[in-house]
């Protein structure tokens, strides 16, 4: 039987077909929405989120969050940082140890990414992730206040959100994209008015996750409270990432069902 998660070999070929006339010639090069859809894609499959493996959602939801080395990973450089300014904060002049808080943090980082290369394992996720502590740390040293090491997260959640928002506006899903290069089927999708549908939807859902951060943390930024930020930056983080992910796998899955054997 067939697995009608991925287009028969007539659909295939239509699909295929469209899209050398809609270039002109067999050999056209690729356009940029195929090349976004691949780039996104590949991200995707290396993250353990491609459709076509019939993985469930909890294996799934797991892969994402890299499992409990990536949670670690992700998770207890903030948490360091928040206990040290914490411990260390001073009532009267409203500020915690902001070199030592930072330094713990930025170091804790280093020592997980410096253990993936001893390892030889994939460490591209953690570089990104000193890369974006160490740039943190020296904004925030740079101006002395603790507050500004959250501004990067700031400017994330903004280029992520305003990306899907935008995407979806103009019918172009960044969801979409990647799923039709992991199921094969290109930009043929488009034409399901089904498929645009969810897309567009979890797409939103996605820009609003982003927006929902900005909208909680940024007066948190304005008033200078850093052990607050800190704390809710924690609990948006994968407590709010890991339920959409689960609910985009879920969605794409009815929309791509398996072959019943």
């Known amino acids: 039987m067939s697995d ?4 028969d070999d007539a659909s295939e070929s239509t699909a295929n077909g469209a899209a050398r006339s809609s270039e002109g010639t067999p050999d056209a090069a690729p356009s940029a929405s195929e090349m976004l859809g691949a780039a996104l894609g590949g991200a995707a499959r290396r993250a353990g989120l491609d459709p076509a493996e019939g993985k469930t959602t909890g294996h799934v939801v797991w892969a994402a969050m890299g499992g409990w080395r990536g949670i670690l990973e992700s998770v207890l450089p903030g948490v360091v940082f928040l206990v040290a300014w914490t411990v260390t904060y001073d009532a009267e002049a409203k500020s915690g140890n902001l070199p030592l808080s930072l330094a713990l943090s930025v170091g804790l980082a ?10 030889r394992q994939s460490a591209s996720a953690a570089i990104g992730g000193l890369i974006a ?4 740390a020296g904004l925030s040293l740079w101006t002395g206040r603790g507050e500004d090491s959250f ?3 700031f400017l994330t959640n903004t280029l992520y959100g305003t990306a899907f928002l935008v995407s979806a506006l103009i019918g172009w899903p960044l969801i979409g994209l990647a799923v039709g290069f992991l199921m094969g089927e290109g930009t043929a999708w488009r034409a399901d008015k089904r498929k645009r549908r969810v897309f567009f939807w979890l797409s939103i859902a996605w820009a ?4 929902l951060r900005l909208i909680v943390q940024l007066p948190l930024y304005f008033a200078g409270d850093v052990a607050a930020l800190g704390t809710i930056k924690l ?5 709010l990432f890991a339920p959409l992910v689960a609910v985009t796998w879920l ?3 009815a929309l791509y069902p398996r072959a019943t054997k």
């Open 4 to 7: 009608p998660s991925r287009p």
């Open 110 to 119: 280093a020592v997980f990414t410096i253990v993936r290369l001893i390892q």
């Open 208 to 211: 609003g996750l982003f927006a």
């Open 251 to 253: 969605a794409v899955r």
């Open 133 to 136: 502590a160490a740039a943190a």
């Open 151 to 153: 501004i990067p997260g």
């Open 235 to 239: 609990i948006m983080g994968l407590p």
